[in-house]
């Protein structure tokens, strides 16, 4: 079971949700994951175990849900001045984090405990705005720019995979700055 | 805790996992994810829980192993006489495979209870085996061919990217196709 829709941003369910998150990120890291129940975790945030079953459903659907939200973007790829340098800029860092362990790790609850794919959904779309935004730039300064889908299926499915499969390429920059080369000069069409 | 390093096939820890893995099979089609538990898949087995619990770690970890050998290719692909053809006949079988719900479930089981990555790294073995087994071939009938490490980016990770974390392509046959025929028109290196 995912969140209910998000109510009034201030109301009564975006601070349960708020304190309930804020306490789950502080007991992992206190305890870590095997240490985590859904009783440690309501005491923590001031709720009733009750009303994190009702929210969540389970602990899986929680960190799940937690780990999702530390995947949001906390502001818009940096604008580098050019595609390339923009491109280069997102999935390098993209590449680190997905490759860390932490990373690896919020990618995995996020899959773990998401019975109906809306927060891996959540994931990919957060992904796919960043590179939405690089190429609506690269469109305003005239360059000739590959599709979001481009980006999506050849940079970050290969990142993807190899830190969730292939326990991450030994050399996450330049991995990610080859995929980076292959979508801008093989895979732009032509025009 | 993955499976110990295989023994003499046919030896009692080969048939252990057998009579296991079969268990959990069953079990699964009878009663679903949820009503499985280290007791039953034991009784079912015809060995004691702490077998299980030696062996495997948690009920997660079995169900990782079972997942990812469910995953492991019955045979070689077909040789359809081409590398495009042979590609596109492994690459919508995969998408299929993967877009199907029970697909993605073995590939999110794979990930859940795989603490070291050797179970993830089973699963992208699997597929590498199969596309190496295409690109040699061609190689032998004299086709410029990808390196696999180009397929394994390219194709099986988009694919995977998507069964994962997007819902799955509406066409999985069509989007098979696409992703090969970048990769054969694309990404293959000049002579």
Same mark, same amino acid.
């Given at each position: 079971?995912?969140?209910?829709?998000?109510?009034? /941003? %201030? %109301?009564?369910?975006?601070?349960?949700?708020?304190?309930?998150?804020?306490?789950?990120?502080?007991?992992?890291?206190?305890?870590? =994951?095997?240490?985590?129940?859904?009783?440690?975790?309501?005491?923590? +945030?001031?709720?009733? /175990?009750?009303?994190?079953?009702? =929210?969540?459903?389970?602990? =899986?659907?929680?960190?799940?849900?937690? #780990?999702?939200?530390?995947?949001?973007?906390?502001?818009?790829?940096?604008?580098?001045?050019?595609?390339?340098?923009?491109?280069?800029?997102?999935?390098?860092?993209?590449?680190?984090?997905?490759?860390?362990?932490?990373?690896? +790790?919020?990618? =995995?609850?996020?899959?773990?405990?998401?019975?109906?794919?809306?927060?891996?959904?959540?994931?990919?779309?957060?992904?796919?705005?960043?590179?939405?935004?690089?190429?609506?730039?690269? #469109?305003?300064?005239?360059?000739? #720019?590959?599709? +979001?889908?481009?980006?999506?299926?050849?940079?970050?499915?290969?990142?993807?995979?190899?830190?969730?499969?292939?326990?991450? /390429?030994?050399?996450?920059?330049?991995?990610?700055?080859?995929?980076? +080369?292959?979508?801008?000069?093989?895979?732009? /069409?032509?025009?």
């Amino acid at each position: 079971m995912s969140p209910r829709p998000a109510v009034r /941003p %201030g %109301g009564r369910s975006a601070r349960v949700r708020q304190s309930v998150h804020t306490a789950v990120r502080e007991l992992l890291q206190e305890r870590g =994951r095997d240490g985590l129940t859904v009783p440690l975790v309501a005491a923590r +945030a001031g709720v009733t /175990p009750s009303t994190v079953y009702r =929210r969540w459903g389970t602990l =899986r659907e929680l960190l799940s849900d937690v #780990a999702v939200e530390r995947l949001r973007p906390g502001s818009p790829p940096e604008d580098l001045g050019s595609l390339r340098a923009d491109l280069e800029g997102w999935a390098t860092s993209f590449a680190q984090q997905t490759a860390s362990p932490a990373g690896q +790790a919020r990618l =995995r609850d996020t899959l773990a405990g998401d019975p109906d794919g809306s927060n891996s959904g959540r994931c990919a779309a957060y992904a796919a705005g960043q590179i939405e935004t690089i190429l609506s730039r690269a #469109a305003a300064r005239g360059e000739r #720019a590959p599709d +979001a889908e481009t980006v999506l299926d050849h940079v970050v499915a290969p990142l993807v995979y190899r830190a969730l499969f292939r326990q991450g /390429p030994p050399d996450a920059d330049g991995y990610a700055r080859s995929l980076v +080369a292959t979508v801008l000069y093989r895979l732009i /069409p032509l025009p």
